[in-house]
């Protein structure tokens, strides 16, 4: 069965900090994906990758970095975190660009205080 | 510039009754359409999927969803909700370019 694993599931920062989202797949899928889903705005694309060394920029990059350093993991990385950054993030892979299903793992809340 | 629109931020049935939800989209071809669900403090699930043919697709829990070009809407129906139904429904388009959601409907069903 297709597998998204994020990690942490729950994680409570300080303005300034440096976060990291980890993201891990079995579903061998080329496609990766970082969301964040606010009220009132459904998902937005950050960041995204089409496999391993690449990272594109998504919808709303800024603030927010992506390291694709192997097919299975996607990580997004906010250096300097912000209050505005407080959201719930996922990660989701697919096999096709923009075509296929998208699998999700269950979702990272980010609290930055 | 493509997207979708679900115009209900809010829909609440009875248990039992019919249901659907409604789904827009722009696009200046025929995008590939989904509809995703999310339980409480889960990730989004697919329940169904169009890519082409017949314009009525059956989900997974009794979902069906019909594609109309004419009026570029791609509705969600189902005959009779449950309890179990109720949860954060999205309409998703998609190209070989780009995946846009939709905001989103909550759907609460009342006992």
């Known amino acids: 069965e297709a597998a998204v694993t994020q990690s942490p599931r729950n994680k409570v920062a300080v303005t300034g900090g440096k976060v990291t989202l980890s993201c891990n797949q079995t579903n061998n899928h080329n496609n990766m994906y970082w969301y964040r889903q606010d009220t009132g705005h459904g998902l937005r694309l950050i960041h995204y990758?089409?496999?391993?060394?690449?990272?594109e920029k998504g919808d709303i990059p800024d603030g927010y970095k992506a390291s694709r350093p192997s097919q299975e993991n996607f990580s997004l990385i906010l250096e300097l975190a912000t209050p505005s950054q407080t959201s719930v993030y996922f990660c989701?892979?697919?096999?096709?660009?923009?075509?296929?299903?998208?699998?999700f793992g269950e979702g990272s809340k980010l609290t930055v205080l | 510039a493509q997207s979708v629109t679900q115009p209900d931020a809010r829909v609440t049935v009875s248990e039992g009754a019919s249901l659907q939800l409604r789904c827009k989209y722009s696009y200046s071809g025929t995008p590939y359409l989904f509809w995703y669900v999310q339980y409480p403090r889960q990730g989004l699930q697919l329940l169904l999927k169009?890519?082409?043919?017949?314009?009525v697709v059956q989900g997974v829990n009794g979902f069906e969803a019909e594609f109309s070009k004419s009026n570029s809407s791609f509705h969600l129906r189902k005959a009779s909700v449950h309890w179990s139904d109720s949860a954060v429904y999205f309409c998703v388009s998609s190209n070989t370019n780009k995946v846009v959601f939709g905001t989103g409907t909550r759907l609460q069903v009342l006992p």
């Open positions: 990758s089409y496999g391993a060394g690449s990272t």
């Open positions: 169009y890519y082409s043919g017949d314009p």
């Open positions: 989701a892979s697919g096999s096709g660009r923009g075509t296929g299903q998208l699998y």
